[in-house]
């Protein structure tokens, strides 16, 4: 990915009207989450936090779905561009928050409706079992080598984890139905979401992937710039290395002694 | 000591290794800097320098073992940014370790090597035999064994995977003058069977008769070649 | 070049050989799971209880042991520089897998084993005559799955510094679905929980779990083995 020609920060034309029009989306989110939209019946104000709560999950599993397609295009296409690796890591990096807030949000939510921190849903656990993946996928990346062994390496993992995840879900989702509190619990369970609310909810899973987009976009640019860095250290590291090879001066050295 | 066939395509056949302007690094330190040199086939190559200087990483990038990060390199007709995999049967490496299994004994290391390349019990035999490690300590675990013994031992196992390309680093080390001596010879047959062999070595006095060529590593980079 | 099959062996063979010699997972290992049911015991602290949950503790003591073992099995290669000399001799990433694999799977199965007889003495469990057969196939099946994913991700931990500590980090959520199948099925097989009929599909879940990652690391091992 071709950095700006600014040189001086990662926005462009392009970036700036999505970060606007994010901008104008959160806002309506707030208006509708926190005032327009009815408390629900059963729960009250606390319904609110799925607006976050859910947008958020939704991204959280957008950003693992683009981590490993941008994982696939990087090692099976024949130009093997290191662009694909950066909006890899990029989308692994916005994921995890993603991660983070559903999981806050939900432990919220949970607290608030149930007086429960945890519920041991289906969707929540592999949640969390996506974050811990993606923490991995991250430690992997910074192991250092060169670029194309960090892309080959975190690519591969980022495609077993397409295996892993769906596993994991299932495993959960079985596991879950063996206990029946767990239909009480659901957390859409006993939320009737129509009209309004449901209006809400949709901008709110709009908004949310514009933020994301926006997000992404900048992180793989700074990601672009941090590699272009790495590169310039080399060159220093390279010229550093090779004046290894001529000889200090001598007469330094005496003055040293004496 | 026959070297393997090896695939059936034509081969430069005098150049075994050519790097140009060769940049390897590891973790974040440039080892090599831009090392541009060749080797022709039947030589032995004496790489000398300080400690640091990038000859262990030399050794191992002409075994496909490290990437190339700039420039270009060809071993024995296998592209070094794409086809190490291809080149790494026909390469052999004795590094400061010796690669060998410590609880496993003499005759099963070599044995496991050779069997790596279908290599038949009379070659192996054979090859225990040429080392000295055929009676006495060919049933002893690799872990009772001195320096000395642990080094042929890896050699032997070189041998056994009938390598064509010898990467040896210090492979004096820690041997007395026989030990020595045995290496010296086994490497000139190992020349005359159509090896190549290249040496990263401190020890003056064995490397320089030795060689067929000399080259200074330092600060990752070759200084033009002094004659031998 | 010798045959795919034929190295598989070979190496799986070495695997198994150097352990004879050195004991290490027999006397450092084993002891170790034998202390974590102990331990469970210690925190734990009542009878019925542990006995409804052993099946959940058997296979938690495995997974830690798992992660010593994988540890084990490649330190092997870099005590004397030997994973060099592996990726040199041109072993196909595929076969050193298998073997590896092969090698993991047969010490996993001695050491479940042992945990299994350890929660009869420790917890009173008693095997179920028909849950025997369920008994056996989780206890291959699992073992087959621990030890491809834990040969896969070692794989990616070996060597360099700074990469042991990532091995319990990517390998434990991956294992998951091993844990949770895995202790269902137990269950059903000791009569803790459930009948036999329920714990199969769990074993089926296991045995799901292990073929897509025998599979999936086959293909994926070269990449992650490579320097």
């Given at each position: 990915m071709a950095l700006t020609a600014t040189g001086r920060s990662t926005s462009t034309h392009a970036t700036r009207v999505l970060g606007i029009v994010t901008l104008a989306g959160v806002a309506w989110l707030i208006l509708f989450g926190l005032f327009l939209s009815p408390a629900d019946k059963?729960?009250?104000?606390?319904?609110?936090?799925l607006y976050l709560h859910a947008p958020s999950a939704w991204l959280a599993y957008l950003a693992f779905v683009v981590t490993a397609g941008a994982s696939a295009l990087y090692l099976f296409t024949?130009?093997?561009?290191?662009g694909w690796d950066r909006l890899a890591g990029a989308s692994a990096e916005v994921g995890v928050l993603f991660m983070g807030i559903t999981l806050v949000g939900g432990m919220r939510w949970g607290r608030l409706t149930w007086s429960v921190f945890w519920r041991w849903d289906a969707r929540l656990t592999t949640t969390a079992f996506l974050f811990v993946t993606y923490i991995g996928y991250l430690a992997v990346r910074r192991l250092g080598g060169t670029f194309e062994q960090r892309a080959r390496r975190s690519g591969v993992l980022a495609l077993l984890a397409v295996l892993e995840i769906p596993l994991v879900h299932f495993s959960v989702e079985l596991w879950r139905g063996l206990h029946q509190d767990a239909t009480i619990m659901r957390p859409n369970g006993d939320v009737k979401l129509d009209g309004l609310m449901l209006f809400t909810l949709l901008s709110g899973i709009v908004t949310f992937t514009l933020m994301y987009a926006w997000l992404v976009i900048h992180r793989t640019r700074t990601l672009t710039a941090e590699d272009m860095l790495d590169d310039v250290g080399l060159e220093l590291a390279l010229e550093e290395r090779r004046r290894e090879s001529t000889p200090p001066n001598i007469a330094e050295k005496g003055a040293l002694l004496s | 000591m026959g070297t393997d066939a090896g695939p059936a395509e034509d081969r430069p056949?005098?150049?075994v290794v050519e790097l140009d302007g060769a940049v390897a690094v590891i973790g974040r330190f440039p080892a090599l800097a831009g090392v541009t040199l060749r080797v022709d086939r039947g030589d032995i190559v004496w790489l000398r320098g300080p400690n640091g200087a990038g000859k262990t990483t030399l050794l191992r990038l002409c075994a496909g073992l490290v990437p190339l990060t700039r420039g270009t390199g060809t071993v024995l007709g296998c592209d070094l940014r794409t086809e190490r995999d291809r080149l790494r049967p026909m390469v052999g490496v004795l590094g400061?370790?010796?690669?060998?299994?410590?609880?496993?004994t003499v005759a099963e290391n070599v044995g496991f090597w050779g069997a790596t390349v279908g290599a038949s019990r009379e070659e192996i035999a054979s090859v225990l035999d040429r080392l000295g490690l055929?009676?006495?300590?060919?049933?002893?675990?690799?872990?009772?064994?001195?320096a000395g013994q642990q080094r042929r031992t890896a050699i032997a196992c070189l041998i056994a995977r009938r390598a064509e390309l010898w990467l040896l680093d210090e492979p004096h080390a820690g041997l007395d003058a026989a030990g020595r001596d045995d290496i010296d010879s086994i490497l000139r047959q190992a020349v005359a069977s159509g090896a190549t062999v290249m040496v990263a070595s401190h020890e003056f006095d064995r490397a320089a008769p030795l060689a067929t060529k000399a080259l200074d590593v330092v600060g990752g980079i070759i200084r033009p070649p002094v004659t031998s | 070049m010798t045959g795919w099959w034929d190295t598989t062996w070979l190496i799986a063979k070495r695997d198994l050989l150097v352990e004879w010699r050195s004991r290490i997972a027999l006397n450092q290992v084993f002891p170790f799971a034998g202390i974590v049911m102990v331990m469970f015991g210690f925190a734990i602290d009542d009878t019925r209880l542990m006995k409804q949950i052993a099946p959940g503790l058997i296979v938690l003591a495995t997974m830690f042991s798992l992660l010593i073992l994988v540890q084990r099995s490649f330190a092997v290669e870099s005590e004397d520089g030997a994973l060099d000399a592996l990726r040199t001799a041109g072993v196909s990433s595929s076969a050193l897998f298998w073997g590896k694999s092969i090698a993991m799977a047969i010490q996993l199965a001695a050491l479940e084993a042992l945990l299994i007889l350890l929660a009869i003495l420790l917890y009173g469990s008693t095997i179920r005559p028909s849950g025997v057969l369920l008994l056996i196939a989780t206890w291959l099946v699992a073992s087959w799955g621990l030890a491809t994913v834990g040969t896969l991700y070692g794989g990616l931990a070996a060597?360099?510094?700074?990469?042991?500590?990532?091995l319990p980090l990517l390998l434990l959520p991956v294992v998951a679905p091993v844990l949770i199948g895995a202790t269902r099925a137990v269950e059903a097989a000791l009569g803790a929980r459930g009948s036999v009929a329920d714990g199969w599909p769990w074993m089926g879940l296991v045995a799901v779990f292990a073929a897509v990652f025998c599979a999936g690391g086959t293909l994926a091992v070269g990449t992650l083995i490579d320097e």
């Open positions: 059963n729960q009250g104000e606390s319904v609110r936090i024949k130009k093997h561009s290191l | 056949s005098s150049t400061h370790a010796n690669g060998l299994y410590l609880d496993l055929a009676q006495r300590l060919a049933p002893l675990p690799v872990r009772r064994l001195s | 060597g360099a510094r700074g990469r042991e500590t990532l």
